[in-house]
């Protein structure tokens, strides 16, 4: 055994962690980074706290319903499954502009950084600070979740019963136990948790990874992929009639 006086100075080994310990706590790490990225992709200018959009869009499809802001955001052009034309955005019609990101996941983030920043896609990015680009390349690319593999069809392939006791930890001080404490939500969406999980699937687990932009809603990116399902899965099972 070692005797204390051969072991490094205890006071400095405590100093030391305690420094090291807190310069960490100042940079952000990669949870909170891909998770930023998240809700930038969402929406922008509320995670920015700059002004709305207020013209559309001139590149978005015309005969596509959508707020005038709505145009410039991520989400309205590469879908909450990420995959554009190929996703839930191509139910009714796929225009070429709705383009999918899942060939982008993996991809180097400084290509993905070029490829946002090209002449054409420039104009949607314009208006974002290099730390939102970037943040937004990382996500990209190492931020998706697969929605072909979590929810085909729309259906989550997690376990309710399992899912049932993260909501009951993590979810109803906030959302109540039926889900229906008020929520705004999208465009049309329905204030009630079930109705969101069950309608709007890749919209509810994006928003359970990344959290809602300007909003107190968690980040639960550090979930692993299977409790992922089974939370969704389990909102999936509550009750989606709205009062
Ligand atoms: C008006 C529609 C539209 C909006 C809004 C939009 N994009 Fe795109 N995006 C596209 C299209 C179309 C492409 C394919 C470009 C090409 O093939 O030249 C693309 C390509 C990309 C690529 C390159 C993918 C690859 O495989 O190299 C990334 C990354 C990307 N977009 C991220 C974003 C992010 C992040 C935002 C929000 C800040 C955004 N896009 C907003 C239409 C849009
Ligand atoms: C600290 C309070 C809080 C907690 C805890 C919380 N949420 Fe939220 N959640 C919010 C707020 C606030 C919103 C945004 C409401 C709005 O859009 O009006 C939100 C939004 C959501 C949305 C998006 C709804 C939509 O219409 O798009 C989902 C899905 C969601 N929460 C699920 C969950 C789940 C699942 C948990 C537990 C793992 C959870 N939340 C925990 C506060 C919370």
Redesign the pocket.
């Known amino acids: 055994m070692k005797s204390l006086a051969q072991m490094p100075a205890l006071p400095m080994m405590i100093a030391a962690m305690l420094f090291i310990g807190a310069a960490h706590a100042q940079e952000p790490g990669e949870a909170w980074t891909l998770s930023q990225g998240g809700k930038l992709y969402d929406n922008h200018w509320l995670v920015t706290g700059k002004p709305a959009p207020v013209k559309r869009n001139p590149d978005y499809p015309a005969d596509v319903k959508a707020l005038p802001a709505d145009t410039w955001r991520c989400v309205s052009c590469h879908g909450w499954d990420y995959s554009g034309k190929d996703g839930h955005l191509g139910k009714s019609r796929k225009p070429p502009i709705f383009a999918s990101l899942r060939q982008a996941a993996g991809k180097k983030f400084a290509d993905l950084k070029t490829a946002m920043l090209a002449p054409g896609h420039r104009a949607y990015v314009a208006a974002l600070d290099e730390g939102s680009i970037d943040a937004l390349a990382r996500f990209v690319s190492a931020g998706q979740f697969n929605a072909g593999k979590l929810m085909p069809g729309g259906r989550s392939v997690g376990d309710a019963v399992a899912g049932r006791e993260?909501?009951e930890g993590?979810?109803i001080?906030?959302?109540q136990a039926d889900g229906k404490a008020f929520?705004?939500?999208?465009a049309g969406?329905q204030p009630a948790?079930g109705w969101?999980?069950k309608n709007r699937p890749a919209?509810?687990l994006h928003?359970?990874i990344n959290g809602?932009p300007g909003?107190?809603?968690?980040s639960?990116r550090f979930l692993p992929e299977q409790s992922r399902a089974d939370?969704l899965a389990y909102?999936q099972t509550l009750d989606d009639s709205v009062d």
């Not at 929520?183 to 999208?186: Q, V």
């Not at 909003?215 to 968690?218: E, Q, T």
């Open positions: 993260i909501f993590a979810c001080s906030c959302h929520i705004e939500g999208e969406d948790l969101v999980a919209q509810a928003k359970i809602v909003a107190d809603m968690l639960l939370l909102l």
